[in-house]
T-cell receptor, first 115, second 109 residues
Framework: GAGVSQTPSNKVTEKGKYVELRCDPISGHTALYWYRQSLGQGPEFLIY????????DSGLPNDRFFAVRPEGSVSTLKIQRTERGDSAVYLCASSLRQGSYNEQFFGPGTRLTVL | AQRVTQPEKLLSVFKGAPVELKCNYSYSGSPELFWYVQYSRQRLQLLLRHISRESIKGFTADLNKGETSFHLKKPFAQEEDSAMYYCTLRGGSNYKLTFGKGTLLTVNP
């Protein structure tokens, strides 16, 4: 079946602009996660949704970052006033539900470049 | 706090040679440990988890709580094993995955 999809695959923007990154989880998966992977690093947790609500947004680096999942399926990560340090690959993952034995399936990522 | 350390950024071996990718972790409770793999131009995917105690694609990993290690091993490396490998920890009921920085394994013919 279809896996997690993310759009766009690449996004180039200028410093100070606003960007939105989209994630379509696997159908039926109630848990959704965003991670950020900077060059030479492993993915770092940003935010976790269970259904429509953000159960944990402790990984968001500052208030320029915000994410929504209004209908419990598609999620959008929003970044305001982008900075060069925001350049990274943003990964989305979903799982059947939150729990110890529910594998997180990852999308291909969106590569964000802030000039 | 939870932390995962992969001391080798790069590891190069010849086909048929044994390979061991090292991983050490720091966590105060009982963690779940995983190895994720990313092949060239593919997405990140789960390779194996310590609770399954299974061999996947010839790879095994044993959780050593005394040494806080979860090294990944394969007795005979194949060229198709070339990939980036991430040691990953999930602490208790916490759903967050904490990744190491990754080890790029290259298996030469």
């Amino acid at each position: 079946g279809a896996g997690v999809s993310q759009t766009p695959s690449n996004k180039v923007t200028e410093k100070g602009k606003y960007v939105e990154l989209r994630c379509d989880p696997i159908s039926g998966h109630t848990a959704l996660y965003w991670y950020r992977q900077s060059l030479g690093q492993g993915p770092e947790f940003l935010i976790y949704f269970q259904g429509t609500g953000a159960a944990d947004d402790s990984g968001l680096p500052n208030d320029r970052f915000f994410a929504v999942r209004p209908e419990g399926s598609v999620s959008t990560l929003k970044i305001q006033r982008t900075e060069r340090g925001d350049s990274a690959v943003y990964l989305c993952a979903s799982s059947l539900r939150q729990g110890s034995y529910n594998e997180q399936f990852f999308g291909p990522g969106t590569r964000l470049t802030v000039l | 706090a939870q932390r995962v350390t992969q001391p080798e950024k790069l590891l190069s071996v010849f086909k048929g040679a044994p390979v061991e990718l090292k991983c050490n972790y720091s966590y105060s409770g009982s963690p779940e440990l995983f190895w994720y793999v990313q092949y060239s131009r593919q997405r990140l995917q789960l390779l194996l988890r310590h609770i399954s105690r299974e061999s996947i694609k010839g790879f095994t990993a044993d959780l050593n709580k005394g040494e806080t290690s979860f090294h990944l091993k394969k007795p005979f490396a194949q060229e198709e094993d070339s990939a980036m490998y991430y040691c990953t920890l999930r602490g208790g009921s916490n759903y967050k995955l904490t990744f190491g920085k990754g080890t790029l394994l290259t298996v030469n013919p």
